[in-house]
């Protein structure tokens, strides 16, 4: 199954339309437009991107290597985790270095097949994005509000089947819908009003019919997305719940803390997603979505290791004493080749 999938349902085109469109010339590569800017500040935002996307990938790398690297830290909280920045990093990959593309090399070309393909993998990052909220969300509601029952329900068995399944379905889901877009046909003009190829501005050159891959999307929305959605509202809500019945009021306001962050990025995410995806669409409706895109492209992945890794105090136990221990080695090392 996947998850992050734009549509827009739209009544039938008139014959009219339709005859005009398959009078049009067919296309071969798309234009992507991007945010168009002057050219006294496109490397300005290149920088600005390529920074954020450096710092996205190695707070993430990190994690993953920090968790691998730590004995203690191998359990289903922070295999979820290591997932979740892998997902992250796959995300950000799909879409940014093409958007920098745009910025510093002025190359807004990219081939119907490229299109695709990059609508392919953000079709399976953005469902395995819900998934993992979802799960690490209900996970950390077993383990406050049943912390008896933890080990025994959250065992490392069962979430390797869960993360597992996500991964099969995201891919295997993502695969029918990507071979009927890639048969359809496509006409002129051929810019995209956006910074990557997201289907709804694809379709919406699309020559044949498209009446199923919008139903198809439509399902698929309302099936993984508010159901990733309540299922991660109603552990959170029940988190908060057992959180105030915690008498200590430092132990109340620390737990509070990093619920809160948890909560705001999920907000955030869930609000700009349902936002673009499932709004009623208007005129101006595209123009809106691809500044709004940018939230849970570039931002949202940008501070989740922060939020989810970070603000954890394992985590940051064990980056203290990994850094410490290699910033004693080099020191060490520097003062043998000294003498």
Not at 288 to 293: A, E, G, L, Y
Request: net charge positive.
């Amino acid at each position: 199954m996947i998850v992050n999938f734009p549509f827009i349902l739209e009544q039938s085109k008139s014959p009219r339309r339709e005859m005009r469109r398959r009078n049009q010339s067919l296309v071969t590569e798309f234009i992507l437009i991007g945010f168009p800017i002057a050219q006294q500040l496109q490397v300005l935002f290149f920088v600005f991107l390529l920074n954020i996307y450096l710092l996205t990938v190695t707070g993430n790398v990190i994690i993953i290597y920090i968790v691998k690297q730590c004995p203690h830290l191998h359990r289903p909280m922070y295999y979820l985790l290591i997932n979740f920045s892998f997902m992250e990093i796959c995300y950000t990959s799909s879409t940014v270095p093409k958007m920098m593309g745009i910025f510093f090399l002025d190359n807004q070309f990219i081939s119907i097949v490229g299109c695709i393909t990059q609508c392919y993998f953000v079709f399976v990052m953005g469902g395995m994005e819900n998934y993992l909220l979802a799960l690490m969300a209900y996970d950390r509601y077993l383990a406050i509000c049943h912390p008896l029952r933890y080990p025994a329900i959250m065992t490392t068995r069962l979430c390797c089947m869960l993360t597992a399944g996500c991964w099969l379905a995201t891919f295997v889901g993502s695969i029918l819908p990507t071979i009927y877009i890639s048969r359809l046909s496509y006409c002129g003009p051929n810019e995209i009003n956006h910074f990557f190829c997201d289907i709804s501005p694809l379709l919406e050159h699309s020559c044949t019919d498209t009446t199923f891959v919008k139903q198809y999307f439509f399902i698929i929305i309302w099936i993984v997305i508010f159901s990733c959605a309540i299922l991660t509202l109603i552990s959170y809500v029940s988190i908060i719940w057992a959180i105030m019945k915690i008498s200590s009021t430092n132990g109340r306001q620390r737990a509070f803390s990093t619920c809160t962050a948890h909560v705001t990025v999920v907000a955030i995410y869930y609000g700009t997603v349902i936002f673009v995806y499932v709004r009623p669409t208007t005129g101006d409706s595209l123009e809106v979505d691809k500044m709004v895109s940018v939230f849970y492209m570039v931002i949202t992945p940008l501070f989740n290791p922060f939020i989810y890794s970070l603000r954890n105090k394992e985590v940051k136990e064990a980056l203290i004493k990994y850094f410490g221990n290699y910033i004693t080695f080099t020191r060490r090392s520097s003062l043998c080749c000294g003498h």
